[in-house]
C-alpha cells in the first residue's frame, strides 16, 4: 500500500513538473487531450490560442460557463462538438473558479511549446 502512495505522489509531481503554470494552474491534466501542433481528442492548442487571439478572451468563455455554443472550434466543428460534453466535465473539476489563471496558463504553455 506504502509503494501505491508513493507512486501516485511521485506521478503527480511529474505532472506538475512537466506542466506549465500560471498562478495555481498547472496545464498538466490538460495534455490528456490537447497538444501543440497535433489534434488528440481535443483540437490542437495552437489552433485554440489562434481562435481565441489571447488569454483574456479565452478567460471569458471561461466566464461564461463555457457553453458550447460560446467555444469557437467545438461549436462549428462536429468532431469537436461531439466531445463537447467530456471538455465540460473537464472545465467543472478542473478550470471553473480558476479561469484567469487557466487561460494565461494555456496560452504560455502555447508560446513554450510545452502543452
Known amino acids: 500500500m506504502k509503494s501505491i502512495v508513493v ?3 511521485l506521478a503527480a509531481g511529474l505532472m506538475v513538473a512537466g506542466s506549465a503554470m ?19 481528442v481535443g483540437p490542437d492548442w495552437a489552433r485554440v490560442a489562434k481562435e ?19 467555444r469557437k472550434i467545438a461549436s462549428s466543428e462536429p468532431k469537436y462538438k461531439a466531445q463537447a460534453a467530456l471538455m465540460t ?3 467543472t473539476s478542473l478550470i471553473k473558479g480558476h479561469e484567469d489563471d487557466a487561460a494565461e ?11
Open 52 to 70: 481565441y487571439g489571447s488569454a483574456d478572451n479565452l478567460a471569458k468563455v471561461f466566464k461564461s460557463g463555457f457553453k458550447v455554443e460560446d
Open 22 to 40: 500560471a498562478g495555481t494552474f498547472a496545464t498538466g491534466a490538460c495534455k490528456a487531450c490537447h497538444a501543440v501542433g497535433k489534434d488528440v
Open 89 to 91: 466535465g473537464q472545465y
Open 105 to 115: 496558463a494555456i496560452f504560455a504553455a502555447v508560446k513554450a511549446g510545452k502543452i
Open 7 to 9: 507512486s501516485v505522489a
